[in-house]
Nanobody
Framework: QVQLIESGGGLVQAGGSLRLSCATS????????MGWFRQAPGKDREFAAA????????YYADSVKGRFTISRDSAKNTVSLQMNSLKPEDTAVYYC???????????????WGQGTQVTVSS
């Protein structure tokens, strides 16, 4: 079992930055690929970014590529999402998730956090 707890959400103006963190506990470390997803009001949850078990591989949705950076610190069992050049359309609840599959597969995640709200004002 893996527990995931997100933090770092908040309100920011367009063009600003936020850094989300995901603390993991339980069976963690290099056992799981990690991802960030988001769900805007009235929309389906969508993939944003993922990182491989080793941290060497990353994968991004086109909508965030070049603006968001995912990273992990296996020693601290944390995964982060640095979000720069934020846009109002980035407003959503952001979820951290863990997967036993490849980080290149954007479905089939096994464990989910409760989410953290990110609001970008125009």
């Amino acid at each position: 079992q893996v527990q995931l707890i997100e933090s770092g959400g908040g309100l920011v103006q367009a063009g600003g930055s936020l850094r989300l963190s995901c603390a993991t506990s339980g069976r963690t470390g290099s056992m799981y690929a990690m991802g960030w997803f988001r769900q805007a009001p009235g929309k389906d949850r969508e993939f944003a970014a993922a990182i491989s078990r080793s941290g060497a591989g990353t994968y991004y949705a086109d909508s965030v590529k070049g603006r968001f950076t995912i990273s992990r610190d296996s020693a601290k069992n944390t995964v982060s999402l640095q979000m720069n050049s934020l846009k109002p359309e980035d407003t959503a609840v952001y979820y951290c998730a863990a997967s036993t599959r490849s980080y290149l597969q954007t479905d089939g995640y096994d464990y989910w956090g409760q989410g953290t709200q990110v609001t970008v004002s125009s």
